[in-house]
């Protein structure tokens, strides 16, 4: 793939080298939803099967908890053109250059041009009664993007992509990633000085200088390759480089440069030792100039989480030479401090005569405290040959609630990610952990009852579904909310059977004929319909209502997560 000039490259204030992005009419081009919570007409076809009493929405979430149901029937909400409303809070795109083609180059006697879209702020303002993943005030919102792209350079399609972000490590079978790099270069970071790694350069350096045999020009003169060597230890024993001190980066630079060119002087018949031990020391060098990123939200840069995350500029300020910040309040009884931000400017420099085919995709998630998605957003760019495009052509909507199935399967994958370490590669860091799935419901949610539902271990107040929905829109059926939220927790959990069966068993039989019937209508569907659930998924749900009901009409009722079947045979 072509180089993408920098996973997190924020993108310039000024736009002196932009050309004007190809603006796009949101009336020309209406937003479609992708997310089974902003799509009711597509459950069913208008002779779908007949709404659920009002109770039905009161057993699913007796059984899997006020916060899992408030997530799944998070309202569905009409995508606008630079703005998004989401379960937790607003997305909007309407800051700085907005959101843009990017293009650059090639001017007259370069040789370079780069091509690709820009994002210079995305915004998120939580609610102010926004809740985390235990149910307590949230205190900080970040943001997270995952990246999907099939962007190659048609002339040189075998293009390294981003190696310092070990995307290819953690894709998912569909190509997505979480959008974050894990070597970071020291020249990225706020340091002018950095650390001498002493006793690993010692060590490194220690019995090599007697295998050199070529010179190299060192401080303008002709100098023995051993003379160097035995200088550098010289400095560390018991010179100005000992006891590990900082060093500017210029010391760092030359130090390096000269061991390059000792690899190079003594060529092919180098000495096995020498070449060991230098190349050792640059491993050092590289491994002391280089921080790694264990922290997936997308603008910062922490190995611990006892790193401070970055603060945001004052209000009014512009928002330069950052890749964005997280939303966060001292107070939980307070307002927010400043809105989440992501500011990205995804581009792919080729040669001036190469061009570009494909499409980048990113999803964007708030995530709150950390410990639970409320709502993501689709931007990217699309190419074939050098004239890039917006795809979509404004952010859209992904999930009201959550996160897309895709998304979680590639926080999954940065979840289980290994990170070796630069000097030593048996030792593996680990990344920062994202929520998976659904809230898990506690211990007792099968016991709660109604009466105890506002106060029990799950205590999140749904919202009401026979209540106003936002601007203006009608009231949304709480019936077909129910059957969204089934639906949404069988595409996330399709993997299980386990955890599927967990929620067709406390369904009651009614329920799971209707559901079982509604899904033999997708699959004979003619060719190209979109059901509610993809069909492999329908079809294992098939199984296991065949499998329950087998087991009820022959008395072997078996438990689960939430104790025994709750539908006897009526």
């Known amino acids: 793939m072509p180089k993408k000039e920098a996973t997190h490259q924020p993108p310039q204030s000024d736009t002196q080298s932009m050309r004007e992005p190809q603006q796009a009419d949101a009336a020309q081009h209406p937003v479609s939803h992708s997310n089974l919570l902003a799509q009711p007409a597509r459950l069913r076809r208008s002779?779908?099967?007949?709404?659920?009493?009002?109770?039905?929405?009161?057993?699913?979430?007796?059984?899997?908890?006020?916060?899992?149901?408030?997530?799944?029937i998070a309202p569905a909400?009409?995508?606008?053109?630079?703005?998004?409303?989401?379960?937790?809070?607003?997305?909007?795109?309407?800051?700085?250059?907005?959101?843009?083609?990017?293009?650059?180059?090639?001017?007259?006697?370069?040789?370079?041009?780069?091509?690709?879209?820009?994002?210079s702020e995305l915004s998120f303002t939580p609610k102010a009664e926004?809740?985390?993943?235990?149910?307590?005030?949230?205190?900080?919102?970040?943001?997270?993007?995952?990246?999907?792209?099939?962007?190659?350079?048609?002339?040189?399609?075998?293009?390294?992509?981003?190696?310092?972000?070990?995307?290819?490590?953690?894709?998912?079978?569909?190509?997505?990633?979480?959008?974050?790099?894990?070597?970071?270069?020291?020249?990225?970071?706020?340091?002018s000085k950095q650390d001498w790694n002493g006793d690993a350069m010692k060590a490194a350096l220690t019995g090599i200088a007697d295998h050199a045999q070529a010179n190299i020009q060192y401080r303008g003169n002709s100098t023995p390759i051993s003379a160097v060597i035995t200088e550098y230890l010289a400095n560390f024993n018991n010179?100005?480089?000992?006891?590990?001190?900082?060093?500017?980066?210029?010391?760092?630079?030359?130090?390096?440069?000269?061991?390059?060119?000792?690899?190079?002087?003594?060529g092919e018949g180098i000495h096995p030792a020498l070449r060991a031990g230098i190349e050792r020391a640059l491993l050092v060098i590289k491994d002391q100039s280089t921080k790694i990123n264990l922290d997936p939200?997308?603008?910062?840069?922490?190995?611990?989480?006892?790193?401070?995350?970055?603060?945001?500029?004052?209000?009014?300020?512009?928002?330069?030479?950052?890749?964005?910040?997280?939303?966060?309040?001292?107070?939980?009884s307070a307002e927010w401090e400043s809105d989440a931000m992501l500011r990205d400017r995804p581009a792919h420099t080729i040669d001036k005569d190469h061009t570009l085919q494909g499409r980048e995709t990113f999803e964007v998630a708030a995530m709150a405290d950390g410990d639970k998605f409320v709502g993501s957003i689709r931007w990217g760019w699309t190419i074939d040959?050098?004239?890039?495009?917006?795809?979509?052509?404004?952010?859209?909507?992904?999930?009201a609630g959550s996160a897309s199935k895709e998304f979680h399967k590639a926080a999954k994958a940065w979840n289980e990610m290994e990170?070796?370490?630069l000097l030593d590669p048996n030792t593996k860091h680990r990344p920062m952990q994202l929520p998976l799935g659904m809230a898990n419901p506690g211990p007792d949610v099968g016991k709660t009852?109604?009466?105890?539902?506002?106060?029990?271990?799950?205590?999140?107040?749904?919202?009401?579904?026979?209540?106003?929905?936002?601007?203006?829109?009608?009231?949304?059926?709480?019936?077909?909310?129910?059957?969204?939220?089934?639906?949404?927790?069988?595409?996330?959990?399709?993997?299980?059977?386990?955890?599927?069966?967990?929620?067709?068993t406390v369904l009651t039989k009614p329920q799971r004929t209707q559901l079982r019937k509604s899904y033999v209508d997708d699959i004979e569907l003619v060719l190209g319909y979109e059901g509610r659930v993809d069909e492999p998924i329908q079809r294992r749900v098939l199984k296991i209502i065949d499998s329950i009901e087998a087991e009820l009409l022959f008395g072997r009722c078996r438990p689960n997560l939430f104790g025994m079947d709750s539908s006897p045979l009526v």
């Open 297 to 332: 939200r997308y603008a910062e840069e922490r190995s611990t989480e006892e790193e401070d995350l970055k603060p945001a500029p004052a209000k009014g300020s512009p928002a330069q030479g950052t890749t964005g910040w997280a939303a966060k309040r001292s107070d939980p």
């Open 239 to 266: 010179g100005p480089w000992s006891a590990n001190p900082k060093v500017t980066n210029s010391i760092v630079v030359a130090v390096k440069g000269n061991l390059d060119k000792m690899l190079v002087a003594e």
């Open 449 to 504: 009852t109604p009466e105890k539902m506002q106060s029990g271990p799950n205590t999140e107040p749904l919202p009401n579904p026979w209540s106003q929905g936002p601007q203006g829109q009608q009231p949304v059926d709480p019936q077909v909310l129910f059957w969204q939220g089934v639906n949404q927790f069988i595409t996330l959990n399709g993997d299980d059977p386990d955890r599927l069966r967990d929620l067709l």
């Open 385 to 399: 040959g050098t004239e890039p495009k917006l795809d979509p052509a404004a952010i859209e909507l992904v999930d």
């Open 130 to 191: 926004l809740l985390n993943g235990k149910g307590e005030p949230a205190r900080e919102v970040s943001l997270i993007q995952t990246t999907n792209s099939t962007i190659v350079d048609q002339q040189n399609p075998h293009a390294e992509d981003q190696p310092e972000s070990m995307l290819g490590a953690r894709r998912t079978e569909e190509g997505s990633a979480i959008d974050q790099q894990i070597y970071l270069s020291v020249k990225r970071l706020p340091l």
């Open 419 to 421: 990170i070796s370490d």
């Open 47 to 72: 002779d779908g099967p007949q709404l659920l009493a009002t109770g039905d929405l009161l057993h699913l979430q007796r059984t899997f908890g006020n916060r899992a149901v408030s997530r799944m």
């Open 77 to 119: 909400t009409l995508v606008q053109r630079k703005q998004v409303d989401v379960s937790g809070g607003v997305f909007s795109d309407a800051g700085g250059d907005g959101y843009r083609v990017y293009i650059e180059g090639p001017e007259e006697g370069e040789q370079l041009m780069s091509r690709g879209a820009q994002m």
